[in-house]
């Protein structure tokens, strides 16, 4: 078994388990209603806008804004980003912690596979099933292209900057199943994990410190330059470190249920 088979082989069982197509289609309905509300809010605000000299036009104000509240200040709840730091661990917690907890994790040692090549594969599929969702909620404000003027390189810039937070977060939600026992706690690692690593940095903004160490510790500090269409070989450095240190405890752990048999 190769590191494609072990891919295509957990990527069918995130097509075939319920749970993958409810996630997905709960998701993509709370991002039509949300772009819906947004585009309503920009529709009721355009002459006004329209009469301030370089102010925000579509793609801040609805493109941009489907990507996340918490960042954008957007009036409504849940955009991609924190969709996603609920739905990943839900999505990841079954690729190996149910191998464990069924007992079949030994049958892929067995395999002749690495613990790199075993969390690899399954990270992957998580990673293919992840840039699916973003390309449809994607669609979503591109819809209106014809009629609206986008800035596709802000657009760009903030998909860019949604990709590599999923990718940690699926990173993240892959070594979390690999440490627990049961799906469940892995879930709830994962969420706790990723929503901490996600608000770190609070506190410190809350005490008017906005360049230390737990602001630039924050994926949201990374993920806001990005969303305002500022690409930084800094930020993406982060995220590529952050999913390289997540994905490294969790082939770590692999490798020691390996070498204890």
């Keep these: 078994m190769t590191l494609l088979a072990v891919t295509r082989l957990e990527l069918r069982r995130l097509f075939v388990r319920p749970l993958g197509w409810i996630i997905g289609a709960l998701a993509l309905a709370e991002l039509g209603w949300r772009f819906a509300l947004l585009l309503q809010i920009f529709l009721l605000n355009q002459v006004r806008l329209a009469a301030l000299p370089d102010g925000p036009g579509y793609t801040d104000l609805v493109a941009v804004r489907m990507f996340s509240s918490f960042i954008t200040g957007s009036p409504l709840p849940f955009g991609l980003i924190e969709l996603a730091l609920l739905l990943v661990p839900l999505l990841t917690m079954s690729t190996l912690a149910s191998e464990r907890s069924a007992g079949t994790l030994p049958l892929l040692f067995s395999s002749g596979l690495s613990a790199s090549r075993i ?6 599929a998580v990673l293919i099933w992840l840039v699916l969702w973003l390309a449809l909620a994607l669609a979503i404000p591109v819809s209106l292209a014809h009629g609206a003027t986008l800035d596709w390189g802000k657009l760009a810039a903030a998909a860019m900057g949604t990709l590599l937070a999923l990718a940690v977060l699926g990173a993240i939600g892959v070594a979390c199943s690999a440490f627990a026992s049961h799906p469940a706690v892995a879930a709830v690692a994962a969420l706790m994990v990723g929503l901490g690593l996600y608000c770190i940095n609070l506190g410190a903004q809350l005490a008017g410190v906005s360049n230390g160490f737990l602001n630039w510790l924050a994926m949201s500090t990374h993920q806001e330059t990005l969303l305002r ?9 982060w995220f590529v470190l952050a999913t390289a240190v997540a994905l490294l405890l969790g082939i770590q752990r692999l490798a020691s249920d390996r070498g204890r048999g």
């Design 119 to 124: 969390l690899l594969g399954k990270y992957l």
């Design 229 to 237: 269409g500022l690409v930084s070989s800094m930020d993406v450095i």
